[in-house]
């Protein structure tokens, strides 16, 4: 079992390997001269900068104004080389009310293993969540466009639209 801990990060920020309709999803974070890279499910990073939004709205984190985000957004890209430490199958995400800060935990956990899983924690303050989380969003929202039928992932040479009987569109 590894832990990796980072608190705070120097740089914690999801990101997308590959082109639309074959990307990889990414974790990664940086600190204490260390780098750690984790792969996840493009649904996971969805529901995670859901899931932080919410828990900030919930504790009254900030707003969120566009200055602040702009002051904290990380555009640039994923560092190399992006080696995963493990495909993330668990995220938890918690509230640290003592110390007003965002605490998210990427496991490695298989049922059938008897080891303890890997783990990787970060622990960001709101401003900094909140960045993530934008950030979160725009990398999702970057993929294909929708069908306006059926709402699945449009290829540039369409789709077999189950909304339209089966014909392409």
């Known amino acids: 079992m590894a832990i990796s801990d980072f608190d705070p990060p120097e740089r914690f920020v999801a990101g997308t390997v590959g082109p639309p309709g074959g990307r990889t999803f990414f974790l990664q974070a940086r600190g204490a001269g260390r780098l750690v890279s984790v792969s996840i499910e493009k ?37 190399t080389p992006i080696e995963d430490e493990f495909r993330v199958d668990t995220v938890s995400l918690a509230w640290d009310e003592d110390r007003s800060r965002i605490v998210i935990e990427c496991h490695d956990s298989d049922p059938e293993d008897t080891e303890p899983s890997d783990t990787v924690r970060v622990v960001l303050d709101p401003t900094a969540a909140r960045a993530f989380a934008r950030r979160c969003q725009a990398i999702v929202a970057a993929g294909r466009p929708p069908c306006p039928f059926c709402g699945q992932p449009l290829d540039p040479e369409g789709h077999i639209c189950p909304r339209a009987n089966g014909y392409r569109r």
């Open 43 to 79: 649904v996971q990073v969805s529901i995670l900068a859901d899931r932080i939004a919410d828990l900030l709205d919930t504790v009254g984190g900030p707003e969120g104004s566009d200055a602040v985000a702009e002051h904290h957004a990380d555009t640039e890209a994923l560092e």
